[in-house]
């Protein structure tokens, strides 16, 4: 089965997040998913099969915190007024969504209980944040 075919097909790991934004969210597509990510988490290398390579990236902060507290302040501190969130999460059949950094903020801990690797660009500012669980958070800017 194509990459294609297997994204978006267990959108129930997100309801909980979309229950909580409602219509401020929307739910990509494959094709904008893929978009999105050619902007942002496609130009990092990985290491290992979840993790981002930010060898030569401008990394904005590190912390070993990884509670909402945390990205809310991270959140709060690199996004713009109004600016566009894009949430990647680490399983593509888990559909990717757009929605208000500030809703990203406010509703941090719904996000971050959508899965346990996740990564928000945001779009206007080029920062890009990556959450592992049990390991932090890294922010910084998308190389181009």
Same mark, same amino acid.
């Given at each position: ?13 997100? /309801? +909980?997040?979309?229950? @909580? @934004?409602?219509? +401020?969210?929307?739910? =990509? ?21 979840? %993790?981002?390579?930010?060898?030569? /990236? #401008?990394?904005?902060? %590190?912390? #070993?915190?990884?509670? +909402?507290?945390?990205?809310? %302040? =991270? ?5 713009? /007024? ?9 399983? =593509? +059949?888990?559909?990717?969504?757009? =929605? ?16 346990? #690797? ?11 944040? #990556? ?12 190389? %181009?």
């Amino acid at each position: 089965m194509s990459v294609g075919k297997k994204y978006g097909t267990h959108p129930e790991v997100i /309801a +909980a997040l979309l229950d @909580v @934004v409602g219509e +401020a969210a929307m739910v =990509l597509s494959f094709r904008e998913d893929r978009t999105f990510a050619a902007l942002s988490v496609g130009r990092f290398g990985a290491v290992g099969s979840t %993790r981002l390579d930010w060898a030569g /990236a #401008e990394v904005i902060e %590190r912390c #070993e915190s990884f509670d +909402a507290d945390e990205l809310r %302040r =991270l959140v709060a501190s690199c996004a713009g /007024a109004d600016e566009l969130a894009v949430v990647f999460w680490s399983n =593509l +059949a888990v559909p990717s969504v757009a =929605l208000p950094a500030a809703l990203v903020a406010v509703q941090a801990e719904a996000v971050l209980e959508c899965s346990p #690797e996740c990564w928000i660009y945001l779009v206007d500012s080029g920062v890009l944040v #990556e959450f592992q669980d049990g390991e932090g958070f890294t922010a910084g800017r998308v190389p %181009r």
